[in-house]
Every structure is written in C-alpha cells, then in structure tokens.
C-alpha cells in the first residue's frame, strides 16, 4: 500500500484579492477538523499579493493549512522587473510552488528549459515544486499525450539530484480538461499518471518513483475526486475553480466521505 500522503491543493489563479483570501482561509479552517489534516496535506496557492495574509493568518493561527505560490522567478535577484524570487517565497514561508502550469506555458511562452530552472530555484529555497504537465486537446487525439507528458516530466527534473526529485509534486493536468468542465476519466488519468511514475522509475530508481506524488488536475470537484483518487498512482488533486468556494473545496478534501 502507499504511503504518499495525498495533497489537495487549490490552485486560486489570478482571483480573490488579499481581503477575500483572509475570509477563504478562516472558512477552511473552520470547516476543517484535526482528522482532515491527518488524512490529507490541505494547501492553498493564492496569488502572490495574497501571500502575506495569509501567511500572517496561519501563523497567528497555527492553522494546518499549507500555502505557496502560483510561480517563482528563475533568478535570485537583480533586474527582473515583475518576478518574485525564491528568496522572498521562502521568507513568507511558502511551501510549496506552482512551476509550468499549462496557463504559463501557454501565454507565457515556458519551456521545458525555464521550468526546470524553476524548479532548481525552488529546490535552492527549500520550497516544493509542484510541476505541472500534460497535453493539448490535438496532442491527445493523436494518441500522444504519454509520450509528451513525459517528455515534459524530463525536461522538468532534467538536472535534479534524486533526493530532490523525490519529494516534488508532479500534477497532471491535461489542458483540455482545465476549466472545461470536462474532466478526463479516471482510467485515462491513472494512465498518464502511472506513465510519470514509471518515468521517474526509469530516470532515478523505483523508491524514489515510489515517492513522488502525482496529482491530477483538470475540472476537479465534489462529484468526481473520490473516484478520481481511487486510482493507485494518483497522489491528490490540484483544483482550480472548485476551489474557490470554500465548501466545496472542504467537500474536495473530504473525498473520503463522498
Ligand atoms: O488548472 C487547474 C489547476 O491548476 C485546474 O483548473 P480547473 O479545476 O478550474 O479545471
């Protein structure tokens, strides 16, 4: 049986500005009992100008819940007009970090190449990557969404000592399934995800494939996660849209109970 503790991680995108993000997370913690964080990791990923607040309000708190951010800078410092560095990440006490999620890849022109220097930058700051990968709706038709997610799972690690590769968070997430309501059944997500670990398996060795979490993401909610994480190989879910409603991303993390 694994011992992969899951995460469900909310990813908030570019909402809830710091004001609602104080009352988001007072409703989880209220919402969520002792039990809930002994079954699952819980963490929220807010925008960057969130970051203070809530890190203020779990820390004044001593609430359970883990936070990070939505993306990190490949440099240190210096005259990047726009980009946060995994210096001040770490100092607000992120643990985790979003690196090449499909929306970056996508407007933002990422390469393989830039995430996996994010991925090294959040790993020199002490914070967990949760890298994300997956395919084009085109690249699934064709019947190569393994052979590209893969490809993106090694250009992401390309470099990485194992004892860091064995503790980042891969999420699949097919990118026709984002915010589309249309969520991939769970046979093929356990397909693609079963894939990445083999991946690992083969780049590192088994017990470090054996480690890593993967979860799925795309159009993840109430009605569908507890099937979802009945598949061996997923790990958690990344949330997007559900997770902005408080009681359903409550709901998400009690995937038992569905
Ligand atoms: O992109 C996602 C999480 O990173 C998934 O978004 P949705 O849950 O809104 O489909």
Request: glycine fraction near 10%.
């Amino acid at each position: 049986m694994s011992t992969r503790t899951p995460l469900m991680a909310g990813n908030w995108k570019m909402n809830l500005n710091h004001l609602e993000a104080i009352a988001h997370v007072q409703k989880l913690a209220f919402a969520l009992a002792d039990k809930d964080y002994d079954a699952v990791e819980v963490a929220v990923l807010p925008p960057f100008t969130d970051l203070r607040s809530v890190q203020t309000l779990v820390d004044g708190d001593k609430l359970k819940v883990k936070y990070g951010a939505q993306d990190i800078s490949a440099h240190d410092s210096g005259a990047y007009t726009g980009e946060i560095s995994g210096t001040m990440l770490a100092k607000l006490k992120c643990t985790y970090v979003v690196i090449g999620h499909s929306e970056r890849r996508q407007y933002h022109n990422e390469t393989d190449e830039l995430v996996n220097a994010k991925a090294k930058a959040a790993f020199k700051h002490g914070l967990t990557p949760i890298l994300c990968v997956g395919e084009e709706l085109d690249v699934r038709e064709a019947g190569n969404h393994v052979s590209h997610t893969l490809e993106q799972v090694e250009g992401g690690l390309k470099g990485l000592p194992a004892e860091q590769a064995e503790s980042i968070v891969i999420a699949y997430e097919p990118v026709w399934a984002i915010g589309t309501g249309k969520v991939c059944g769970a046979d093929d997500a356990q397909e693609v995800c079963a894939a990445i670990r083999g991946k690992i398996a083969e780049l590192y060795t088994q017990e470090v494939a054996d480690k890593v979490r993967v979860q799925y993401g795309g159009s993840v909610k109430s009605g569908n996660v507890a099937e979802i994480m009945s598949k061996p190989d997923i790990d958690g879910a990344l949330v997007g849209g559900a997770s902005l409603d408080a009681g359903e991303f409550v709901k998400i993390v009690r995937f038992r109970d569905q």
